[in-house]
């Protein structure tokens, strides 16, 4: 029901900034709550940020706290990561999820993005 399609991607230097952009299909978009993951070369896959469907709420892992944003636009059907002090250690793919509303704001994610990467140098 859900395609999910992450841009916004690309090289940057350490203490840089990106936005992540993830754009999804269908008419239902505000039905779901939303999430960003990433997974670094040889690493699992980690969660960085959630929000709600309608947007009030959002969690974010320890290691982005402070210097990534999680926001939504229901009207465009896009879901976006701004990306600020980049690190050497964000290096990875990052993906966007979506899950049914839940009333825990732990959704089961069961749409996914194809992922984009993203490189920080030193």
């Known amino acids: 029901q859900v395609q999910l399609v992450e841009s916004g991607g690309g090289l940057v230097q350490a203490a840089g900034s990106l936005r992540l952009s993830c754009a999804a299909s269908?008419?239902?978009?505000?039905?779901?709550?939303m999430g960003w993951f990433r997974q670094a070369p040889g690493n699992e896959r980690e969660f960085v940020a959630f929000i709600s469907w309608g947007g009030d709420v959002t969690h974010y892992a320890d290691s982005v706290k402070g210097r990534f944003t999680i926001s939504r636009e229901n009207a465009k059907n896009t879901l976006y990561l701004q990306m600020n002090s980049l690190k050497p250690e964000d290096t990875a793919i990052y993906y966007c999820a979506a899950g049914p509303r839940d009333i825990y704001y732990n959704p089961l994610y069961t749409y996914w993005g194809q992922g984009t990467a993203v490189s920080v140098s030193s």
């Open positions: 269908g008419r239902s978009f505000s039905s779901y709550d």
